[in-house]
Nanobody
Framework: QVQPVESGGGLVQAGGSLRLSCAASGSIRSINVMGWYRRAPGKQRELVAR???????NYADSVKGRFTISRDNAKNTVYLQMNSLKPEDTAVYYC?????????WGQGTQVTVSS
């Protein structure tokens, strides 16, 4: 079992920045992928950014150049630095942690960007 727990969401004006954190606990050594998804109102959940199993990163086209995923292995934590936020970034952001068999989801954190 793995438990990802997000923090850092909130309300920000367009053009502002937020940093999300996701701390994983449990069977840490079984994790091979961590990343972030989001679900905007009325839309399907989509990948935002993730570390792949070989350590490379993937980003959604809509966030490239604005969002940066990073990690602190000593703290079992991944971060999502979000800059130049837009109203269309408003969503619930979910952290994911994948093992070989299971994807674990965090509870989600709300990000609201006002225009």
């Amino acid at each position: 079992q793995v438990q990802p727990v997000e923090s850092g969401g909130g309300l920000v004006q367009a053009g502002g920045s937020l940093r999300l954190s996701c701390a994983a606990s449990g069977s840490i050594r079984s994790i091979n992928v961590m990343g972030w998804y989001r679900r905007a109102p009325g839309k399907q959940r989509e990948l935002v950014a993730r570390f792949t199993s070989d350590g490379s990163t993937n980003y959604a086209d809509s966030v490239k150049g604005r969002f940066t995923i990073s990690r602190d292995n000593a703290k079992n934590t991944v971060y999502l630095q979000m800059n130049s936020l837009k109203p269309e970034d408003t969503a619930v952001y979910y952290c994911i942690a994948d093992t070989a068999a299971t994807r674990y989801w965090g509870q989600g954190t709300q990000v609201t960007v006002s225009s």
